[in-house]
């Protein structure tokens, strides 16, 4: 399996910005789809967003606009830039790689946007 570390949590007003890092252990992203999932409390775990291994890009419609996600295939590491955060974005937010039956997870990092 893929180790995967998040980082780049933290606590930010409603309407800053936070990255965030999901640093892979190897070069995978040309086999892998990488995704960033959310989850809040009480609530289900909701994809976010995904980088296929083709250089697609998806989004959830409740962050289109807002947030990016990106990699740099050198540094085996993917991003997740977020943008105008608002309250409803806290949550754990966790970094995901999947390839065929491999569906590896990290340990995940807080985000809470609060005043």
């Known amino acids: 399996q893929v180790q995967l570390v998040e980082s780049g949590g933290g606590l930010v007003q409603p309407g800053g910005s936070l990255r965030l890092s999901c640093a892979a252990s190897?070069?995978?992203?040309?086999?892998?789809?990488m995704r960033w999932y959310r989850q809040a409390p009480g609530k289900q775990r909701e994809l976010v967003a995904t980088?296929?291994?083709?250089?697609?890009?998806y989004y959830v419609d409740s962050v289109k606009g807002r947030f990016t996600i990106s990699r740099d295939n050198v540094k085996n590491t993917v991003y997740l830039q977020m943008n105008s955060l608002k309250p409803e974005d806290t949550a754990v937010y966790y970094c995901?790689?999947?390839?065929?039956?491999?569906?590896?997870w990290g340990r995940g990092t807080q985000v809470t946007v609060s005043s």
């Open positions: 980088f296929t291994s083709g250089g697609s890009t």
């Open positions: 190897g070069s995978i992203f040309n086999r892998y789809h």
């Open positions: 995901n790689a999947n390839h065929a039956v491999d569906n590896s």
